[in-house]
Structures are given as structure tokens and as C-alpha cells.
């Protein structure tokens, strides 16, 4: 076990966090370590609680990427909240997978439709998969070797996904670690880490979430997760949204620098702050 040390004040350490402790390191039962540092991030997965809420929860640390798994029917999909979690994923330095669940009962022609021009790197599952194990080993093909945060609402099969993942007896020996973060708030938000099974990588399960607040977001960083499009910007006004009428993106792309369905994509996704994700 390990605690903070009173030197680091209000910063909290968060799951996947490097850190430097001093104190008794053997991990036995009943020690105590002090941490003492915490180490600069490469990459943070943030979310608030809504776009009204200005106080930001750390949901994991130095993550590769983030596994947005979404259910084909039974929820239906959501591509409002996996536009939220796409926006989080590249400001805050994550690269993101699309996991689709439960194909079985409806094709994802049309949700690959959707996010095709973001060129986002996918796996289509049925339920008899996720039963079996079948679709825990398409999806370990793109966690070697990485640490990957996964992120769904309620019913996509995102806890028996993570369950074929990493097996009982690998659990029993990790522990979870709580962050309580916001200032006049009382959030806890809980994230478990767990190493792959068989492979050189780490699962990082997320609560089910039901919203995922962008209010920490400038919307200004959206546009550096398409570099095609981003050298068109040079010709912006000041302070452009990039959905206006002197946008220098639409001649950008009509003059053939960029797909117009990237600029679309890029529109749709600096909108998810203007709208909820039911909408």
C-alpha cells in the first residue's frame, strides 16, 4: 500500500501514473510506501462530469490508446458519446480503437460509414464471441505490447470483454485504486489495472460511463488530430470555430488537399460540446 506524501498537495496520483516512492517497498501485507513524485504524463484521459462542470477528473494516465467498445444493437450505438470519447482521446493523447459488440443482431455497415474518414483502427464482434473468447483474441491483436483504457455505457459487453481479457487468477493479485478529484465535489472515479494475459500489455477498465463531459476541451486541439487538414487552417481568421463562412477549410479541401469527409468528421466532432449525447 502506498499514500501520498503531504508535499504534493491537492495533486492526486491516478491509475497508470509513474511515481517514486520511498518507504517500505516489498508490498507486503500491512506495509506502507509514501509516494513522494509523481511523474510528468505522456498522455491523460480526462472527462467532466458535464460541459457545464468545470472541474476535470483524471481517468487514467499514460494510456497508448482507448478502446471505445459500442454495442451494434441491444443498446443501440451511441455515436454521439463516441464522438465525446474521440474528442477526449486526442486532446488528451490516446490513440483510439473502435470495438463494436453484437453483430449478430444488426451489421455495422453503417457506423463504419460514419467514421471511416477518421481512418480509426476497428473490431467487429458478435455475442457468441464474446461468450467464447473469440472476440477477446481479435482485440488482444491490437493491445500488445500497449496500455489501453477501455470506456462503454451499461450493456455493450465492455466487463465480459475485459473478464476473457485478463483471467480470474490475474485479477486476484490486483488491487484498485481510487481517485477522488474536484474541487467542492465528491466523484470518485475507479479504474483497475490489469496486465494482458499472454502479452506485454495492460488493460485499464473504466466504470460504465453514461455522459462524458468535455468542459476541460479546447476545442482549438481538436484540429491537430488531422494533420491533413491542419496546414489548411493557416488562412483562418482569428479565432475561427471551423464551421463558419470564411473557414479557409472549405477551400482547403476543394482545391484537393484533404477528403471532404474528414472536414465533415472534424465539423462533427468540434460540435459534440454544442450538443448532448442523446442528440
Known sequence: MAMKARELGRKAAVVGDRVALVGDLSGKKDTLARIVRIEERTSVLRRTADDDDPYERVVVANADQLAIVTALADPE???RLIDRCLVAAYDGGLAPLLVMT???LAPPDALLELYGALDIPYVVTSREELDDGGAADRVREH????????VGHSGVGKTTLVN???PEERRRTTGHVNAVTGRGRHTTTSALALPLAGEDG????????????????????????FPDLEP?????PRACSHDEPDCALDAWVTEGHADPARLYSLRRLLATRERTEGD
Open 77 to 79: 450505438p451511441r455515436p
Open 102 to 104: 453484437k453483430s449478430d
Open 143 to 150: 493491445l500488445a505490447g500497449k496500455v489501453t483504457a477501455f
Open 164 to 166: 476473457a481479457l485478463v
Open 202 to 225: 495492460w488493460v485499464v477498465d473504466t466504470p460504465g460511463v453514461r455522459s462524458f463531459g468535455l468542459a476541460h476541451v479546447d476545442p482549438s486541439r481538436v484540429i491537430h488530430a
Open 232 to 236: 489548411g487552417t493557416a488562412g483562418c
